[in-house]
């Protein structure tokens, strides 16, 4: 189901309905990645101008594409200066992120044993800042990250195909005065496509 028409999206639910076929989660991800890659930077698809907006205090999420036949969900999101997201996981599914417009920093994390009181433990394993034409996969249990737009002035645009629809997630918030993480569900709402 396309929410808004859009100049190249038959292109990019074609490259995404190919990857899909694909036999195994790797497969999926490493397809979708070079595709994704190749569709930014030759600039083949044009995302609908309301990705260029902002939400304030938090950054926007918007769905543009739900495919019927095979599950998968394609979502804008924007990042306004400043903005990120706590450690997060994305509720057992995998994911391809592609950044469209300014950089993004991502940071994935390792999960560790609970400790003794059953908080969450967590090990920085690697970062990357990502520019405009780049992507990268997360395929659980390797899903845990955070994302950044390190810019203090330039929003950024970045486009996630999840394996299914996204409508929650858990998110780690750190605990006051003591190591560890708490664990938290997180309900996701969509912003309007127009």
Known sequence: MLTTEFPGCRKLIDAIDTAVAQGSTPAITDSLRNSLCRLIRGNEVQLPDCVLETAQGRYAR???YRSDDHGYCVVAMTWGPGQGTPIHDHAGMWCVEGVWR????VVQYERLVDDAGGHCRFQPVGSVQAGP???????????????????????????HIYSGNMTHC???QPLAGEPGYERCERQLGLDPVH
């Open 170 to 172: 858990a998110v780690f």
């Open 62 to 64: 918007r769905e543009l």
């Open 133 to 159: 034409g780049s992507a990268g996969s997360l395929i659980p249990p390797h899903e845990y990250h955070t994302i950044r737009n390190p810019s203090d002035r330039d929003i950024a645009v970045s486009l």
């Open 102 to 105: 300014g950089a993004l920093d």
